[in-house]
Each structure stands twice: as C-alpha cells, then as structure tokens.
C-alpha cells in the first residue's frame, strides 16, 4: 500500500475512532450527569427522585415477568415506599413492598380519585404515566408520611376556628419540647401564634417551600395543614437527621455547575485528542526537518543517531507502529542521504583523480619541453658550430619530442580515463630488451642531457613480455626524468634488464643524491 493511501485509510480509521470515543465518552458523561443529578435528588427528596426515576429503570418488555433492579428495591424500603405497576385494563402486573390488603386490580373511578386526592387509605401516592415502551404503564408510588398525619391529628383535636384552643397548647408544647419541634399557625396569610422553642421567624416564604419540596437541603423538614374554611394553616417543623452540610460549590445552581463539569470533560477530550495527534504527527515531522538540516551541511552519512535509530526502528530492523504511517518517506530519505554519500564520495574520488591527472600531465610534458629548451638555447647562444649531421640530429629530436608532446595532447583524455579505470589496457608481446634499449638512447643522444651519462644493461637471455608499449614507456620515461631532474650533473644513470624464468625485473638507478626511505 502506497503513502497516499495509507495516510487516507489512517485518517479515515482515525476519524471514525475519534467520532466513536467521543459519543462514547459523551454518553458516559451524560450517565454520569444522570447519576449525581439522581443522587443528589435522592438526597434532597427521595419520594420524588424515586417516582421520577425507578420508572426508566424497570424493565416492562415482557408484562408477564417485570424485573425491577435489587438497588431501587432496597431505596424503596429503605424509605418505606410501595411501588405498584397498572396496565391499561386496571390490574396490577408488578407490586413490591405494597401492604399485604391492597388489590391487585383497580377501576376507572378508584384510579381517578386517587389522581385527584393523592391519597389511597392511610398512605400519600405519587403518580407516574410512562409512554415510553409500546404498552402504556400507570405507576402508583405510596409511603406512610407519619409527620403528616400527626399534624393532621392535632388539627383535628386541638383546632378551633383554625386556631389553636387553650386548652390544648399545654399538650402542644410538651409535644413540641419532646420532638424538639415548632409548630406556626397562620390566619389570613399571618403568623398568628408559635409553639415551641425553636424560632423560624426568619423564615421566608420559599423557605418554607423548599423545606416541603427539598426537606434533604435544610437542617428542619416543613409539614403543612391547609384549612380553606377558616383560612389557616398549621406549619409544623422537625429536625431533619438526614441532612448533611452541602460542601462548598463553584456555582450555587447545582445545574450550572453539573453543565461547567460537562463542559469541561467535552474540552478535555478534544485538547487530549490535538496533542495525541500533535506528537503523533508532529514528532517525525520535526525528526525529518533535523535530518534536513544535517544533510545542509553535506553530512550524508550517519544522519540518524543511535537513540533515534532506536526510537523508529524496532530490533529486527522494522520501522514502529507510531512511525509506520511515515515508513515510505523513511526509506525513501535513508536512500536518498546513501546515494548523496555515494555521489560525495566519487565527488572526492573525481577531485582527487583530477589533481592527480593534472600533476601527471604537467610531468609528462615537462620532459619534452626541457629537451626543446636545451636546444633552443645551444642554437640561440651561437656559441658552437654545428656540423650538418649535428643539426640534422638536433632537428631529429626536436621533431621526435614535439610528435612525443602531440600524442601527450592527444593522450590527455584516454590518462583521464585510465584513471578511473575507464580504458582497457592494449598488451603486446615485445622483446624487453630491445624496448628498453631504444627508450635510453633517447636519453643518450639528448645533447641537452650530456652531463648526465646514462648506460644499460639488456639481459642475457631473452627477454618477451605482454605489455602496454604506449603506457609502459610514460612510466619509463618518468623514471628516467625525474633521474635527471633531480641530480646533480655527472650524475651516472644505469638501466638493467633481468629476465628469470619466473620474474622479469626492471632496475634503474643513479649514483645521485638519493630519495628518502619513507619514498
């Protein structure tokens, strides 16, 4: 699979991921919401977080076998709440905790009337109509409010024209000092009489309220009796042992800070997600962007240290997981920075040659030319006659040295090429002796190299070799020059010949000032 197609799929995969992480995540925030909003409902009013929210818990896909969770089982006898489930024909298909006397099928007017009244004998009930399965289902939750129905009883003996009698304020105010509670009654909408020892006269209207509503908010729970007749009510309140001190809130609206809370986990999850993907991405990009610049400064070779080789490269020489998406863009670089130190390296190669090349055509012109030079000045300073055999010869080695210096001009491409191993040598079997012969009496009969004696010496057999001819005489001609160049005069130059049957050995030498071992 190519890089294009790679990257597409991976963020195409990436993509779908992200998207199912994050409804993943959502979901389970929104659960979470769900669960602390219920918890703390529960703690506030659990009758009502109760009948709002067992409902969407019970499972009613089969009416024959309803299943109801051991948790919301227990909260409700923790409360003392009864919970019955109406189909639409009236019966009851799920009851738990229901008194042992109640029926298990109700009519249109028993359903209705408690409905209107809240009320089913001696118990308060709270209605629940659930829509959301196919079959339409009627919840009845009841509990016992013993508070209530003692307020009730007080109304009842101890109320005359919805004020409290005298005669029975007595009995009211022991009752008070033994549950520690406060009873007000109000006529007309104003506080008309008070017993008991606690004070909430600083209490408003919505206190009030909220202590009917939230009783698990306040430190006193608030039960009321209405009478429309006389236009009075009797407000009895009673420490509520349940309550705990909120803890301190950054917003006073349990809502608002439920929604800050989510809202944060949903900013969370895309700043997680851009500096996964920052160092995901982002890492080879700036690894890639150093190699750049170590290859700037034409260090082709070791571009990768050790940590990082190890840190994209696993032991088997296979690019990781978190660097796999790059892995072509890889390969094609390390080729690229091997075939940039190949090219440096020949570059070097190449330099090198054509310093050498350049030296070596300066030295093989060199020795012409000093020939040419001589005799030019021997001719130039008429210091001599020459006889016209003389010239004649003089003229010989002129012409013999500028042809010699043509085929140098004319060789200066194929030397070039000779080193870099570019042209084949072309051997020919040749007698040794008598090539060696001709190449020192070039020398002998050089007029311009008469202070420099030069004798040879052929072997005693017969010498045939397989060489070069034209290749072979520069070496020997450099040989001989650089005998010359760098001696004295009279200075004696010997060339010998030694052919053995398993070797055949050139020597020149010169009784000169000699070279240094190191040479």
């Not at 420490?239 to 800070?257: G, M, P, T």
């Not at 060339?495 to 000699?514: H, L, S």
Request: proline fraction near 3%; hydrophobic fraction near 40%.
């Amino acid at each position: 699979m190519n890089v294009k197609r790679r990257i597409t799929l991976h963020f195409f995969t990436q993509l779908v991921m992200t998207f199912v992480a994050t409804f993943l995540i959502m979901v389970l925030l929104m659960l979470l919401v769900i669960y602390l909003m219920t918890k703390d409902e529960l703690k506030s009013n659990p009758q009502k977080a109760i009948v709002e929210n067992l409902p969407y818990s019970i499972d009613l896909r089969n009416s024959e076998e309803v299943v109801l969770d051991q948790s919301w089982r227990d909260l409700l006898q923790k409360n003392e709440m009864w919970v019955q489930v109406v189909n639409r024909t009236g019966k009851v298909i799920y009851a738990f905790n229901t008194p042992d006397a109640f029926k298990n099928s109700y009519t249109m007017n028993e359903l209705l009337l408690i409905e209107k009244t809240n009320q089913l004998d001696a118990y308060t009930i709270d209605t629940f109509f659930e829509t959301w399965e196919p079959e339409p289902y009627y919840f009845l939750f009841g509990y016992m409010e013993k508070q209530q129905q003692m307020l009730r009883d007080w109304y009842d003996a101890f109320s005359s024209a919805g004020l409290v009698e005298e005669m029975g304020k007595e009995t009211l105010e022991k009752e008070m000092d033994a549950r520690q509670g406060l009873l007000e009654v109000y006529q007309d909408g104003k506080l008309v009489d008070t017993i008991g020892r606690n004070n909430s006269a600083s209490l408003d209207l919505l206190d009030v309220v909220g202590r009917i509503h939230v009783p698990g908010n306040y430190d006193t729970r608030a039960f009321v009796v209405n009478d429309e007749s006389t236009n009075s009510t009797w407000v009895y309140y009673e420490v509520n042992e349940d309550y705990e001190a909120q803890s301190i809130r950054l917003f006073s609206n349990k809502e608002l800070e439920t929604l800050f809370f989510v809202m944060l986990g949903s900013l969370i999850i895309p700043i997680v997600l851009a500096f996964w993907n920052g160092y995901r991405y982002g890492k080879p990009l700036l690894l890639l962007t150093s190699w750049l610049k170590i290859v700037e400064r034409q260090q082709y070779e070791d571009i990768l240290s050790e940590k990082e080789y190890k840190r994209i490269y696993k032991k088997n020489g296979k690019v990781k997981m978190r660097y796999r998406l790059y892995k072509e863009v890889f390969e094609s670089f390390s080729d690229m920075s091997d075939k940039l130190a190949l090219a440096e390296r020949e570059r070097k190669q190449l330099e090198k040659t054509r310093e050498e090349w350049m030296a070596g055509i300066s030295h093989d012109l060199r020795t012409p030319l000093s020939s040419i030079q001589g005799y030019g000045h021997l001719l130039e300073s008429g210091q001599y006659e020459y006889t016209k055999e003389e010239l004649q010869q003089m003229g010989q080695v002129i012409r013999d040295k500028s042809d010699y210096m043509v085929d140098l001009v004319n060789d200066f491409s194929l030397v070039f090429q000779l080193k870099n191993s570019a042209v084949a040598i072309q051997n020919e079997r040749i007698d040794l002796n008598e090539f060696i012969r001709c190449l020192v009496d070039q020398y002998k009969d050089d007029f311009t190299l008469a202070s420099h004696p030069f004798t040879f010496e052929p072997s005693t057999q017969s010498c045939e070799v397989e060489i070069d001819p034209k290749w072979f005489a520069r070496v020997i001609d450099n040989l001989l020059s650089n005998a010359v160049k760098h001696n004295p005069p009279r200075t004696e130059v010997h060339v010998q010949v030694v052919c053995e049957p398993n070797e055949t050995v050139i020597r020149i030498g010169d009784n000169g000032e000699g070279m240094d071992a190191a040479f």
